[in-house]
C-alpha cells in the first residue's frame, strides 16, 4: 500500500488516492476513485532515482507515486522485473565501471580509432574532393601569406626536373608537382597540398646549402602526400572537435574547441614523423643520405631562434614567459628527435659509388 | 495547497521547486553515455528520453511533477535528418557551387518547418497532471519568424536582431497552450532592445579593456612569422590561447549570464497562461557564479562533473520561477480537460520530429 496522486488524463483534477498490488492487478482506491486494472495493462514508468513514478493506464490515467521503497516492494512481489538499464543506473559499482570503461574508449577511439577511420575515408575520397579542397586552401593563402615566386625560370626547372627524377621509396608511388611561391611573411618553408601539390618557398631555396637537402624536404612532403595526411588531419580534426563538442558542449562550446587543438598537435607529430621515414626511404633509394634532411632542419631551428633573439624589439621584456610558452607548445623538442632518427637513417646508406659527401 | 477559503481573491503564489540531485543524475548519465558509445551514437536518443525524464519529474509545482513522453525512435529519426542536413550544409559548397546554392535553398525551405515541428513534439510529449501542452504555430508564422529573422538580422549588422527575438518568442510562447488554456506573450520589442543594448555596451566595455589587458600581459608571444615553423595549429594555438583565455572566454561567461538572467526574466515576467503570471527573476550575479564555477568544475574533471553542473543549473532555474494565480489554481487546474483532438492530430503526423539536440 503506497499513497499516490491519481489523474484520470481528461482533467488536471488530482485524486489522493492509495495503490496496492493484489493478486497481479493494480488497485487504486480513494477520492471517489476505485480502479482495478491487470497488472499486465499498466505501464511502469523505470526508476530514476527519487523522481517520482508514474504507473500509465490504457485509456491516459495515470498515478504518481513518490512512496519508492512500498511500490518497489508490492512490485517485486507481484513478480515485476527492473530492467538492466534501471538496475546499472542506480549501482555505483557500475558508474565505476562506466567511468573506466568511457576513458577506456574515448583514449582507444582518440589513438586508434579517429586516425583509422580518417585513413580510411581519405584514401577512398574522389579525387576532386582534394582538388577542390587544394584549390581553396592555395588561393587562401595567396591571397594572405605567399607572393610570386623570385626565381628565375632555369633554377625552378632544374629543380622541378630533379625533383621528378627522384626514385619513389620501394612502398612509395606519390607524383607530385612544385608549386613555387616567396613568402617573407612565412620564411623558409614548404607545405603539400591534399591533392599533392607541393608549395615550394624560395625562402627555403635559398637556406638550403645544396639541392639534396631540398629534394629532402619535397621528399617528406610526397610523404604528406602519399598518406593522404592533409585531409586525414581535416577529418580528423573535425571528427575530435564533433566528439568533444558532444562531450562538454553543452556547458561551453568554447571549452570544446580549446582542447581540440591541442589534442591534434599529438597527431601531427604523428604524421611528421611517417613523413620524415618517408622521406628517408626516398633519398636512401636515391642515394642521398638522409641527414641532409637534418642539416636543413638543424639550421632551421639555428635560425628561428637566432631570428627570435634579432626580433628582440617587439619582445620587450617577455623572454622568460615566451620561452616557456614555446616549450610547451611548439616543436622544438619534436625537432631534435626527428633530427637525431634522420641521422641514424644514414647507416641504412648503401657504400657510396662515385658521390662524394663532401660538397 | 492551503488556500484561505474565506479570502478568496488573497492567492497564494506557486514556486517551482527542482528536486534532482548530481549524485543521482551522475548515475543515470554516466550508464547512458556508455551505452550511446558503444552503440556508437545511437542509443543518445533512449538516454535524451530519460535525459528529459529526470529533470521533468523532478520539477514540480503545487504538489505535482511535469512527465516527458518522447519517443525514443522519433528522437533518432530527427537526429539522422539533422545529421543529413548538417552534413548538406557543411560539404554542399565543396562538391560545386550548384549544389552548395541547391542545399541552402533546401535548407531555407525545411529548417523553419523542422524547427515548427520541433516545438509542437517538444510541447506535445509534455504532461502535468495527466494534460499535455501543446504548440499550433503556423507554417507560415515559422517562415516569417525563423527565416524572416534570419536574414533580416545578418543583412542589418544584426540591428533587427532584438525585434526579430521578440517576435520569436511571441510566435513561440503565444501559440503554445496548456489543456484549453493559452498563453500568451506580452514583452516589448523596445524591452528587448534595452537588455539587448546594454548587453552590447558591456560587450564594448569588456573586449575593450581585456584586450588592453591581454597587450600588457601577451605582447611578447604573437607569432614571428619568420619563425620557419609550419603555419600549423602549434603556431595558431601560440596565438589564440592567451587571447582565447584573457578576452574570449570571460567576455563570453559574463555576455551569456547577463543576458540569460535578463533575458528569461524578461521573457517570463511577461507570459501569461491564460490570466495567470510568472514571476521570474534570475540574477546574472548569480548565474555568472555558477557559470564561471562550473566552467572551472567541468575542466578540473575532464568533463565528468557535468552531471552536477545541469542539475546545478536547473535547480538555480525552476527554483526561481514562481506562478502568480489570478484565480484559485486548485479550481482552473481542475477543470482543465484535455484537447482529445489535439492528440491524434499531432501524434500522427507523419513529419513529427525533433531535430533539437
Known amino acids: 500500500m503506497s499513497a499516490a496522486a491519481y489523474y484520470d488524463g481528461r482533467t488536471a483534477r488530482r485524486h489522493e488516492v492509495q495503490v496496492s498490488v493484489e493478486s497481479g492487478a493494480l488497485l487504486v482506491l480513494g477520492d471517489g476513485i476505485q480502479r482495478r486494472e491487470p497488472l499486465s495493462a499498466v505501464r511502469v514508468s523505470e526508476r530514476l532515482g527519487q523522481a517520482p513514478r508514474l504507473l500509465s493506464f490504457s485509456d491516459g490515467a495515470h498515478c504518481e507515486v513518490r512512496d519508492h521503497a512500498a511500490l518497489e516492494a508490492a512490485l517485486a512481489a507481484a513478480g515485476y522485473r527492473q530492467g538492466l538499464v534501471e538496475r546499472l543506473q542506480r549501482s555505483w559499482r557500475a558508474a565505476a565501471l562506466a567511468v573506466l570503461l568511457c576513458a577506456g574508449a574515448a583514449f582507444i577511439a582518440y589513438r586508434w580509432g579517429i586516425p583509422l577511420a580518417a585513413q580510411l575515408i581519405a584514401a577512398r575520397l574522389p579525387p576532386a574532393v582534394s582538388r577542390q579542397l587544394s584549390d581553396s586552401t592555395l588561393q587562401a593563402l595567396d591571397k594572405i601569406w605567399l607572393e610570386p615566386t623570385k626565381l628565375d625560370a632555369q633554377r625552378r626547372a632544374a629543380l622541378s626536373r630533379g625533383f621528378a627524377r627522384l626514385h619513389p621509396p620501394a612502398e612509395g608511388g606519390a607524383s607530385a608537382t612544385i608549386e613555387f611561391r616567396s613568402s617573407p611573411k612565412l620564411g623558409p618553408n614548404a607545405f603539400a597540398l591534399p591533392d599533392g601539390r607541393v608549395v615550394l618557398l624560395d625562402q627555403l631555396v635559398t637556406l638550403a646549402a645544396n639541392d639534396d637537402e631540398i629534394y629532402g624536404v619535397l621528399a617528406h612532403e610526397l610523404g604528406h602526400v602519399h598518406y593522404h595526411h592533409g585531409m586525414r588531419m581535416l577529418l580528423q580534426g573535425s571528427a575530435v572537435a564533433l566528439l568533444l563538442t558532444a562531450w562538454v558542449g553543452d556547458v561551453s562550446t568554447l571549452l570544446a574547441t580549446l582542447p581540440a587543438g591541442l589534442l591534434q598537435a599529438h597527431y601531427s607529430r604523428d604524421f611528421e614523423a611517417q613523413a620524415d621515414d618517408y622521406a628517408a626511404a626516398t633519398l636512401l633509394a636515391n642515394g642521398i643520405p638522409p641527414s641532409r634532411l637534418a642539416d636543413l632542419l638543424q639550421r632551421l631551428v639555428a635560425q628561428r631562434d637566432g631570428g627570435n633573439k634579432d626580433r628582440g624589439k617587439d619582445q620587450g621584456g617577455n623572454k622568460d614567459s615566451d620561452g616557456e610558452m614555446r616549450s610547451y607548445l611548439s616543436s622544438h623538442p619534436a625537432t631534435s628527435e626527428r633530427i637525431l632518427r634522420l641521422r641514424q637513417a644514414d647507416r641504412l646508406l648503401p657504400p657510396p659509388q662515385g658521390w662524394s659527401p663532401g660538397r | ?357
Open chain 2, 1 to 357: 495547497m492551503d488556500f484561505d477559503q474565506t479570502q478568496p481573491l488573497r492567492l497564494e503564489p506557486e514556486a517551482v521547486r527542482f528536486h534532482g540531485k548530481g549524485s543521482e543524475y551522475f548515475q543515470i548519465w554516466i550508464v547512458n553515455l556508455l551505452l550511446s558509445i558503444v552503440t556508437l551514437g545511437i542509443y543518445s536518443a533512449w538516454a535524451k528520453v530519460r535525459r528529459l525524464q529526470y529533470f521533468y519529474r523532478n520539477t514540480e509545482l503545487a504538489g505535482s511533477t511535469f512527465e516527458y513522453h518522447g519517443q525514443p525512435l522519433t528522437i533518432l529519426k530527427g537526429r539522422v535528418v539533422g545529421l543529413l542536413l548538417l552534413l548538406v550544409y557543411r560539404f554542399g559548397f565543396q562538391v560545386s557551387l550548384t549544389v552548395g546554392v541547391l542545399s541552402l535553398l533546401l535548407l531555407a525551405a525545411l529548417l523553419p518547418i523542422l524547427l515548427r515541428n520541433s516545438l509542437r513534439f517538444r510541447l506535445y510529449n509534455s504532461s502535468y497532471r495527466g494534460l499535455r501542452f501543446r504548440f499550433t504555430g503556423s507554417a507560415a508564422g515559422a517562415y516569417g519568424v525563423f527565416l524572416g529573422g534570419f536574414f533580416g538580422s545578418i543583412f542589418t549588422l544584426y540591428l533587427l536582431a532584438p525585434l526579430f527575438h521578440q517576435l520569436f518568442k511571441e510566435y513561440q510562447h503565444g501559440n503554445s497552450w496548456y489543456g484549453r488554456t493559452r498563453f500568451s506573450f506580452h514583452a516589448t520589442t523596445s524591452q528587448f532592445y534595452g537588455i539587448y543594448g546594454r548587453a552590447f555596451l558591456i560587450f564594448l566595455g569588456l573586449v575593450i579593456s581585456l584586450s588592453i589587458l591581454a597587450g600588457f600581459l601577451f605582447h611578447g608571444l604573437l607569432p614571428h612569422p619568420a619563425a620557419g615553423a609550419k603555419p600549423d595549429i602549434r603556431q595558431l594555438l601560440r596565438f589564440m590561447l592567451p587571447l582565447l583565455l584573457v578576452v574570449y572566454l570571460p567576455t563570453v561567461l559574463l555576455l551569456s549570464a547577463y543576458l540569460g538572467a535578463r533575458l528569461q526574466s524578461l521573457i517570463w515576467t511577461n507570459t501569461r497562461l491564460g490570466e495567470h503570471r510568472f514571476e521570474y527573476r534570475l540574477s546574472a550575479r548569480r548565474l555568472l557564479w555558477i557559470y564561471v564555477s562550473n566552467f572551472l568544475a567541468v575542466v578540473l574533471t575532464l568533463g565528468f562533473y557535468s552531471p552536477w553542473a545541469a542539475v546545478r543549473l536547473a535547480r538555480y532555474h525552476a527554483d526561481h520561477m514562481t506562478l502568480l494565480p489570478a484565480s484559485p489554481l486548485q479550481g482552473f487546474i481542475a477543470d482543465q480537460p484535455q484537447d482529445v483532438g489535439a492528440i491524434g492530430e499531432e501524434a500522427a503526423s507523419v513529419f513529427d520530429i525533433d531535430i533539437s539536440f
